[in-house]
């Protein structure tokens, strides 16, 4: 999901689609663990999550490797759940949840990893938002940066529209994008990508959870939208993402 939103929530759409996601990305929870075991976090590492979502990433690596943290997110519905599986992996002394707009975010303590996974709109780009992270960064310490890039570039403006991109200039090929990380002064020491099948993940999910919002809330306001979108989006998604957006978590260190 890609949009900014008032001061209270970000849009009903999403709250809807994504209610049954605990990875609001395509990652699998594999992908997510391969990530933490990638990086070699020590115990007490100190994590910041920028649009942490509902949680999984910092539940499961204070769970899986004992870090501690904080997640700050938009939602009202996934920081909930994000508090809810905290108490489930009974880490909810070492992780800190916060509904809130992360834009802006500096953390009084500095933090080893500090990560944006999915929503670089916080920062108003990639440039921006890694920026933003450096600032909450101990010396030393590992930027996390989750974007899009192309597999393939999409034949035509349409194609990149189909992928929910504004334009094909959005994203980067893949070389492209890691070359951009040099220009900006850092090192990337890591990365995890998506593939189909964890796209599939992520956005063939949302097709089951539209399906039962569906017979749950035949009354609703939203129905013809929702409706609507769980006929096109199979398609869509199909045809333009599963072929031409590729996925990734970029670990950074400052030159
Ligand atoms: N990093 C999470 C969520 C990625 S989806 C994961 O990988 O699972 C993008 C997230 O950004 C959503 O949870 C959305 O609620 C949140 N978000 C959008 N705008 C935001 C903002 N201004 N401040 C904080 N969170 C925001």
Redo the contacts with the bound molecule.
């Keep these: ?1 890609n ?3 008032s001061a209270l929530d ?1 849009p009903r759409i ?1 709250n809807i689609t994504e209610s049954a ?1 605990r ?3 395509p ?1 699998t929870p594999e992908k997510l663990a391969t990530l933490g075991a990638a990086l070699r976090l020590e115990a007490g590492t100190r994590v910041l ?6 949680g ?2 910092l539940c499961t690596w204070a769970r899986d490797h004992g870090v501690v943290g904080t997640g ?4 009202r519905l ?1 920081t909930e759940q994000a508090k809810l599986r905290a108490e489930e992996l009974g880490v909810a002394d070492r992780v800190e949840f916060i509904h ?4 802006g975010f500096v953390s009084g303590e500095k933090v080893g990893v500090a990560a ?4 670089t ?2 920062g108003g780009d990639v440039a921006g938002t890694i920026e933003l992270l450096a600032q909450s960064l101990r010396p030393g310490g590992i930027i996390l940066v ?1 974007e899009p890039f192309w597999r393939q570039l999409p034949p035509t403006e349409d194609v990149a529209r189909g992928c929910l991109a504004g334009s094909i200039s959005d994203f980067l090929l893949l070389p492209e994008l890691l070359a951009s990380f040099g220009r900006l002064g850092h090192d990337v020491v890591e990365m995890v990508l998506a593939d189909q099948d964890s796209w599939d993940r992520y956005e063939a999910a949302k097709w089951l959870t539209m399906r039962r919002w569906l017979e749950a809330n035949p009354g609703d306001e939203f129905a013809t939208d929702v409706r609507a979108k769980l006929s096109s989006e199979p398609e869509r998604y199909a045809t333009c993402t599963r072929e031409y957006l590729g996925w990734g978590v970029f670990a950074l260190m400052t030159r």
């Design positions: 999901m949009a900014r939103s970000i999403f996601h990875i609001h990305n990652f999550d920028l649009g942490s979502g509902s999984e990433m700050i997110d938009l939602s996934f809130g707009d992360a834009a944006c996974l999915g929503a709109w916080i989750g």
